[in-house]
């Protein structure tokens, strides 16, 4: 047996006893696999779990691909600890705001940097026009092998000047020897509303209302809401001019959605290769419809990995990506182009069309509410961006001897984005310009090198070390062009030469380099205890002489107490005490360079505006994490539960400071504040049921839950500083709401009231008697997830809960919605609003309504919720065939599934209008509803 062992581990198996080695061989496998678990931990460095020092938290493939969205950043929500993912908006193909650990800055990045296979990528938002728009949905999820969130210092230190707010890593699937593999996976679905947007009024519903507001402020000359439904609807009457319009009973809603909005995803991959070359080739088309009409995300993927092993010390990488997105969005916020807003501010007696089918404009481009036809602008208008992006990995391995190996990384990423907007001039916004279209190109060419040299040894037989340096440059070059035309010659051609007078043209230019210089060592004792250090130098081209570089370091220990206690336990498999500190830079949007606008002129001679402040001494903000973890595994590792407390100050915030009036400018930048990010972090792996054959049941389970505490403790001065509806302040979260407190309303007549202090006590019914104070804030206190899977003779049940709890959010436009009659008369808003107080209905929610209002709607948190909440984000039943259920037929395998995404939500704050994942973004702002899915597919592997 023991030479078997051997020709086993040279991959030999040509002799007699075949069939025991092959046995032997899967059983090491597994073995091993469960030994040798390994993470990403930075520059395409592998690292053994049990070596892990820093805070590190992993989704493998087969999370990922039980998540239906268009981008990879949508699918961490509720899976993986200390991680807060939320949209605004539903838009297909949009943004997604993640935060590692709390919010970082407060003007300067606030979002994790991505890195897939060993180098940076561009994230974000990077359109111009579009309302909404996110580059990672350029990504295939299907090609991913995992995702690794890095948190703290240990982790992160290695990328240096931006990686204050976190880094996360996404590995890539490659080829593998053996015989070629080939998996189509095709699915489709169906999108809904996930959850439920404040109900509009219907015709008679607006009507009553209407009625009741007329004779509450018009007593004198309608006494009688009768009266006042006369004086409305009667065409001799007409007090508010409408009266020709009552024939019409329109549901804008209906008008502005789509009957049906799908989905569908279609994925092909091979792979496959010797021990000499591999690969693996995929092909992806993605499509994905919001509920509302003129809004859509379409991509198309390509991609070709491969690997040459072309002598024992030179191995050749490269990794080529082709994608093309592309994305319509429809306005949001206060534009009436806006489907959101249309619903709750065109009136049901506007009409959508007329007569003979065609779309209804209106009397001088405006309905009888005085907005435009939203749905008729959903058919003439679009905003659309087309977005190619090329990206390539190319990488060069070097064993200069058997210990010592050098690697060269080449990565550039080109990416080419085309906006147009249209407006028609038949209606709406281009009716004035007779037509208008802007168009902009923006083009990024970016590329990373990266030199590393690593060098594995031993001192005696224990004591194990590996030391890497490494070199880095990255630099991003941006280029955009723009231009706007008017007055359209011929309606079918939108290309900005059928646009006869030109109204602007515009372009910028952009260049950014880093460079870095990085070194680490890792040492080990037998995985028992494991010590890390790194340190990194960075200069950026941002900042001035003498500020442009910046040195971060960390260090992180972990010791195993049950290797050296509990080594012969059943029960403790690990318990694993680590810490980590260091220092990490966060990279900020200010500029200390004296700017300077030429936009002006004067008699055609070329004009400037002074624009920015020179400000030699700005810098990037400093973070200093601090992180203790404790990872236990029970029962041979079948139970896994980690614990982490961490510490996240930033200093050298960039908070603005205000100028003298003689100066020209209200204010200019400075590093001058500090806060704090602090909570704890807790996860449980657990395999109940551990399936030792198709036909078992299995059965497992995980959960996590974080919590978050972040607090501002410097400021300019010790000042607050007040933005709107929000304030930073020493001992506050930052951006906690700053609002009068609502106190319900006055029983006896109807008025409004507020608290006058801001918190409780005494009342009062006028707005402007009452004080301001903190309110809460939009971020969460507690957030997580928790998951089930259960599997037994080919069947598959997983199910995934996400929670938030903590967190408010304030509906922006509820000083219109919700305006108890200010704006009822013209703009109808939410249903809501028929719960008003008459002398029968004493304890109503809503203030007595009049024409002009009582500053009811003024901010207070009378429209500031809680959006706490549970949500089913992901339910997924399917089945799996095996290879011999088609006699015959070269098939591995087929599945077929349904699957639920965001099926479920559970509000605890009854009031709450909007998607309770929109409080990571503050405000509401009648932005595209956040969608739930229903999706069957299948998977043929062969």
């Known amino acids: 047996m023991k030479n078997c062992l051997k020709l086993l581990s040279a991959g030999v198996v040509f002799f007699a006893g075949q069939d025991l080695l092959i046995a032997q061989q899967r059983k090491d496998t597994v073995k091993t696999k469960e030994i040798e678990e390994v993470v990403m931990v930075g ?44 949209s605004a908006s539903g838009q297909p193909g949009g943004a997604t705001n993640v935060r590692v650990r709390g919010i970082t800055s407060v003007n300067g990045g606030v979002s994790p940097i991505y890195i897939v296979d060993g180098v940076r990528i561009s994230s974000g938002d990077l359109t111009a026009l579009n309302t909404t728009a996110n580059i990672l949905a350029n990504l295939n999820s299907d090609d991913i092998e995992s995702l690794t969130v890095l948190k703290d210092a240990v982790s992160t230190s290695l990328y240096g000047a931006d990686s204050g707010a976190g880094v996360i890593l996404i590995t890539t699937k ?100 010797t021990d000499k070359f591999k690969y693996y080739s995929s092909f992806n088309y ?102 190619t992006r090329i990206f390539a990995n190319l990488g060069v391995n070097y064993k200069i001897i058997p210990n010592l190996s050098y690697r060269f990384v080449f990565a550039p990423e080109y990416i080419v984005i085309e906006e147009d907007q249209y407006l028609s001039p038949l209606h709406g916004d281009g009716y004035s310009y007779k037509g ?53 010659a011929l309606q079918r051609f939108q290309t900005l030469d059928n646009f006869i007078k030109p109204n602007s043209v515009g372009g910028t230019k952009s260049v950014t380099s880093r460079a870095g210089y990085a070194a680490q060592i890792n040492y080990n004792y037998k995985q028992i205890f494991n010590l890390d250090a790194s340190y990194r130098r960075d200069a950026l081209s941002n900042f001035m002489p003498g500020k442009k570089a910046g040195n971060f370091y960390s260090v992180g220990a972990s010791v195993d107490v049950a290797e050296i206690f509990l080594k012969d336990s059943n029960t403790f498999s690990a318990i694993k005490l680590r810490s980590s500190y260091g220092k990490l830079g966060n990279t900020i949007t200010s500029t200390p360079y004296a700017t300077y606008s030429f936009g002006l002129n004067y008699n055609d001679n070329a004009g400037a505006v002074y624009a920015g402040v020179y400000n030699p001494d700005l810098k990037w903000e400093t973070v200093k994490p601090f992180n203790i973890g404790l990872d ?87 000042k607050d500083i007040i933005n709107g509806l929000s304030i930073m302040r020493e001992g506050e979260i930052v951006g906690s709401f700053f609002m009068r407190k609502w106190a319900g309303v006055d029983p006896a007549n109807g008025d409004p009231l507020w608290y006058i202090n801001g918190v409780d006590g ?104 809680k959006a706490d909440y549970l949500r089913l984000s992901n339910v997924r039943l399917g089945y799996t065939f095996r290879g011999d259920f088609i006699k015959g ?37 009648l932005n595209l509803p956040v969608l739930k899915s229903y999706v069957i597919g299948f998977t043929l592997d062969f």
């Open 43 to 86: 520059f395409g460095q592998k690292k053994s779990v049990k070596e892990v020092t820093g805070a590190v938290s992993t989704m493998k493939a087969d999370k990922i691909e039980k998540v239906p969205v268009a981008s990879v950043d949508k699918m961490m929500m509720g899976r993986v600890s200390g991680v807060q993912t939320g």
């Open 762 to 865: 005494a009342t009062t019914n006028d707005w402007n008697q009452a004080k301001r104070a903190v309110q809460g804030s939009p971020f969460a206190k507690i957030f997580g997830g928790a998951g089930l899977n259960v599997s037994y003779k080919g069947f598959s049940l997983n199910a995934r809960l996400t929670y938030s709890f903590g967190a408010k959010v304030f509906d922006n436009w509820a000083f219109y919605t919700l305006s108890d009659g200010a704006y009822t008369l013209y703009y109808p808003g939410y249903a809501s609003q028929l719960d008003y107080w008459t002398p029968q209905n004493p304890n109503a929610t809503n203030p007595k309504p009049y024409d002009g209002g009582v500053n009811a709607n003024q901010a207070s948190t009378r429209f500031l919720y």
């Open 174 to 273: 490659s080829g593998k020897s053996g015989k070629p593999r080939f998996s189509f996976h095709k699915n489709f679905g169906i999108n809904k509303i996930a959850f439920k947007l404040p109900g509009t009024l219907n015709k008679e519903q607006w009507l009553d209302l209407a009625s009741q507001i007329v004779t509450n402020t018009y007593s004198n000359d309608f006494p009688t809401k009768e009266d006042a439904y006369k004086a409305i609807t009667d065409p001799n009457i007409d007090v508010l001019r409408k009266a020709a319009y009552m024939g019409y009973n329109t549901d804008w809603n209906k008008e502005l959605s789509r009957n049906s909005a799908v989905q569908e995803d279609l994925n092909f991959s091979a792979s496959g290769g």
């Open 286 to 387: 993605f499509t994905q419809e919001s509920v509302y009409k003129a809004s859509d995300f379409k991509r198309l993927t390509a991609s070709t990995k491969l690997e040459y092993k072309a002598t024992e010390r030179l191995n050749i990488t490269s990794d080529f990506n082709f994608s093309n997105g592309v994305i319509n969005t429809v306005a949001n916020g206060g534009a009436f182009s806006n489907p959101l807003i249309a619903q709750y501010f065109n009136l049901p007696i506007d009409p959508v069309r007329n007569p003979d089918g065609s779309w209804y404009l209106g009397i001088d481009n405006q309905l009888p509410s005085g907005n435009f036809n939203a749905a008729a602008l959903q058919d003439m208008n679009y905003n659309r961006a087309n977005t």
């Open 436 to 488: 208008q279209l802007s168009a902009n190109t923006r083009r990024f060419f970016n590329f990373n090198i990266q030199n590393i040299l690593e060098y594995n040894f031993k001192v005696g037989t224990n004591h194990n070390f590996v030391a890497r340096l490494i070199q880095e440059a990255y630099k991003t070059n941006g280029r955009n062009i723009n231009a706007v035309g008017s007055v359209v």
């Open 632 to 718: 236990v595994g029970l029962l041979k590792d079948r139970i896994k539960v980690t614990a982490e407390y961490f510490n996240k100050k930033t200093e050298d915030l960039v908070f603005s400071v205000p100028l003298s009036n003689s100066h020209g400018l209200g204010s200019y930048d400075r590093n001058i504040g500090h806060l704090v990010n602090k909570g704890m972090e807790f996860s449980v792996d657990a395999t109940i049921l551990k399936a030792k054959s198709n036909d078992d049941l299995g059965l497992s389970f995980d959960a996590n839950l974080s919590t978050l505490d972040n607090k501002i403790t410097s400021l300019y001065g010790g």
């Open 889 to 925: 037929a070269p098939i591995n395998s087929f599945t077929v599934y349904i699957m639920g995404n965001n099926i479920w939500t559970k509000a605890f704050d009854n009031n709450l209008a909007f998607d309770p994942e929109s409080a990571i973004s503050a405000l509401t702002n």
